[in-house]
Nanobody, 127 residues
Framework: QAQLVESGGGLVQAGGSLRLSCAAS????????MGWFRQAPGKEREFVAA????????DYTDSVKGRFTISRDNAKNTMYLQMNSLKPEDTAVYYC????????????????????WGRGTQVTVSS
């Protein structure tokens, strides 16, 4: 497990880009799968993307495929979400999360399989 802190959110016009970062601190980063979720006001938390501990397996929700890219740099204990061609419907608080690890370098957790969460970073896309 780890303490997670998101950064990189902000206000951007439709069609623009942002890169979110999720830094792990306080504990050894370790071989954990990680993911991004988002929540808009009045809506349920939504899965966005996930990446296995080894960084070679990824998963995306359909609405962001081709626009968002998840990646990680284990040497820096950091995960990223590159968001391009942003749309107003991408507006939400974005949260990073990780699982407990131990399931191999190619494992992608189920949607309810994350154990540690950051506090979120706001992304606002204006039309």
């Amino acid at each position: 497990q780890a303490q997670l802190v998101e950064s990189g959110g902000g206000l951007v016009q439709a069609g623009g880009s942002l890169r979110l970062s999720c830094a792990a601190s306080g504990r050894t980063f370790g071989p954990v799968a990680m993911g991004w979720f988002r929540q808009a006001p009045g809506k349920e938390r939504e899965f966005v993307a996930a990446i296995s501990s080894g960084g070679r397996s990824t998963d995306y929700t359909d609405s962001v495929k081709g626009r968002f890219t998840i990646s990680r740099d284990n040497a820096k204990n950091t995960m990223y979400l590159q968001m391009n061609s942003l749309k107003p419907e991408d507006t939400a608080v974005y949260y990073c999360a990780c699982d407990f690890g131990g399931r191999g370098p190619d494992y992608i957790p189920p949607r309810n399989g994350y154990a540690v969460w950051g506090r979120g970073t706001q992304v606002t896309v204006s039309s």
